[in-house]
């Protein structure tokens, strides 16, 4: 339960921080972001799905 409150307060952050940035500034996070998932997608196969590892974040099982 603890992980779930850690995760909500940091997306909770992230989210105040998303809306300070000017238009310019979300557009270039969320360029990044779909970057970054498509870096993840290639690094683990278009087949594959990520699994959600033991830290709660999503990762390759390899």
């Not at 809306?19 to 993840?40: C, D, H, R, V």
């Not at 683990?44 to 590892?53: I, L, R, T, V």
Request: glycine share 6%.
């Amino acid at each position: 339960m603890t992980q779930k409150r850690t995760d909500a307060q940091k997306i909770a952050e992230m989210n105040a921080i998303f809306l300070t940035l000017n238009e310019k500034g979300q557009e270039s996070a969320l360029t990044i972001l779909k970057s970054l998932e498509f870096a993840q997608s290639v690094m683990c196969g278009e087949s594959e799905k990520p699994q959600e590892g033991p830290c709660g974040r999503e990762h390759c099982e390899k």
